[in-house]
């Protein structure tokens, strides 16, 4: 006799209670990774919170 299985059962039931989150939390992800990447190093050096933050000298030229 097989065994009952009950993960099928729980990830529809939680799918159900969860999935407004998990949209959320990919749609916000997608927004700020798209924001991020379109910044350029330009936009940093003039960006107040930048200024104020480089602590550690993080836009500073490698080359």
């Given at each position: 006799?097989r065994q ?19 949209v ?6 997608y ?7 379109s ?17 550690y000298?993080?836009?500073t030229?490698?080359?």
């Amino acid at each position: 006799m097989r065994q009952f299985d009950p993960w099928p059962v729980f990830f529809k039931r939680e799918w159900g209670r969860n999935w407004p989150f998990l949209v959320g939390f990919a749609v916000t992800g997608y927004i700020v990774t798209k924001v991020s990447l379109s910044l350029t190093e330009e936009d940093a050096k003039n960006s107040p919170f930048v200024q104020k933050h480089n602590r550690y000298g993080l836009l500073t030229s490698a080359s």
